[in-house]
């Protein structure tokens, strides 16, 4: 049996994961936790966030919660593979000090700082020294780490062209939670309109403002509602242009609890995934794309070749070229009018994450992913029993969506 450590301020209530750690489980790697909260505390991370005041303070909070991690490590016998998940960055260090040179140390990054920062939010300016140190950063965090797992082929190209062509990377898809299951077809009455669910933070990757647009174009009387789900540091840009539009037939809305997600989808004819027109809108698939396909509804997205490693459009879902409202009023204009279509996408996309990217399937692909990168693993993964899931994995206790933390 390998014995897998999840080390770190990683944050645990995030999608990817809890992704990680069921991939782990079904890997039949035996869990244990060494965890500080600390990231969870902060939901919508504004460009303040990262101001040299506020870093300040977080660098002292962190300190103190390594100091914690450190005493519980040593308590702790040493695993087989230490692994750190998403808001990992400084964990990764730490896991290396602590575990030495000769430990094996897995990082699940999901993002970099320079892809966050620099290029996709624009905290600080491409060349600068914040943007410069952001990428030293990066670049020791992901060499500290003997395998990283990245989330698309997109993604990993990136990370090797454009911040360290040394890194170790192996790719391995997202897909979506347990509690996103097919639901039914929801019923319109005549004259209903299309319920089309957005939700995620608004940053530039998500495309907020072309969603509006696109509603805009529609008018208030095409039989097309909206409803935007979420907070973020481009909101209250997001509802002005909105009013500034007369879109009356789009909703804004706080986060809702993350159980309450699925019900919210099934409740929706078609689900928005990202319109953002940065690089990193290019390379990643968000989950919110994963967790709409997986609950059985038509999904509209950017264009992208990351979504074309696992989606087939036209097949799954719909595409448009990225920052097109024009585009994306069409696109829904036709999901509209044609309710056979929507009802094919859905299907079609449930049973591709049902089939190909169900925690079995994931299990079994990071296992691959892992005797490839630690030879001296192969044949030393147990089997995973539900019994052992129940007691060695991460509780989860609901919490705020955070899917686009990206």
Not at 96 to 101: D, E, I, K, T
Not at 152 to 161: F, G, I, L, P
Not at 271 to 285: E, S
Not at 294 to 311: C, L, M, S
């Amino acid at each position: 049996m390998i014995r897998a450590c999840l080390f770190g301020t990683y944050t645990s209530t995030h999608p990817a994961n809890r992704l990680l750690t069921d991939a782990l489980t079904a890997a039949g790697c035996e869990l244990s936790v060494c965890h500080e909260p600390l990231w969870e505390r902060t939901r919508d991370k504004m460009a303040s966030f990262f101001g040299v005041r506020s870093l300040a303070r977080l660098g002292v909070a962190y300190a103190a919660a390594a100091a914690r991690l450190a005493r519980r490590w040593r308590r702790l016998s040493p695993p087989d593979l230490t692994v750190t998940g998403f808001n990992g960055q400084l964990d990764v260090l730490l896991a290396r000090a602590l575990a030495g040179r000769r430990a094996r140390v897995v990082f699940a990054p999901l993002v970099t700082l320079t892809e966050t920062l620099v290029d996709d939010r624009r905290v600080y300016r491409r060349g600068g020294v914040k943007a410069r140190l952001a990428s030293l950063l990066d670049r020791r965090t992901l060499r500290a780490a003997d395998l990283v797992l990245l989330d698309t082929e997109a993604h990993r190209d990136y990370v090797t062209e454009r911040i360290d062509p040394r890194c170790r990377a192996a790719t391995l898809y997202l897909g979506a939670e347990r509690i996103f299951t097919p639901g039914a077809e929801r019923l319109r009455a005549p004259g209903e309109p299309l319920r089309v669910l957005f939700y995620g933070q608004y940053v530039p990757l998500h495309g907020a403002r072309t969603i509006i647009e696109a509603a805009a174009l529609l008018g208030p009387h095409a039989g097309v509602e909206f409803t935007m789900i979420g907070t973020g540091p481009e909101r209250a840009a997001v509802e002005t242009l909105a009013a500034a539009r007369a879109c009356t037939h789009v909703r804004f809305e706080d986060w809702v609890p993350y159980e309450l997600l699925p019900q919210r989808l099934h409740e929706s004819d078609v689900a928005l995934g990202i319109f953002g027109v940065t690089t990193k809108a290019r390379i990643v698939i968000p989950t919110k794309v994963y967790q709409a396909a997986a609950a059985g509804r038509a999904v509209v997205t950017g264009e992208t070749p990351a979504i074309r490693e696992v989606f087939t459009p036209g097949t799954h879902l719909v595409t448009v070229p990225r920052g097109d409202p024009g585009a994306l009023a069409g696109a829904l204009r036709e999901l509209r009018d044609d309710p056979e279509r929507r009802r094919a996408l859905a299907a079609a996309a449930a049973r591709l994450l049902g089939e190909e990217l169900d925690h079995v399937a994931q299990g079994a692909r990071l296992r691959a992913v892992l005797t490839a990168a630690f030879p001296d693993l192969v044949g030393r993964f147990g089997v995973a029993r539900a019994a052992a899931e129940r007691q060695r994995s991460i509780t989860l206790t609901s919490a705020i969506p955070q899917p686009e933390e990206r």
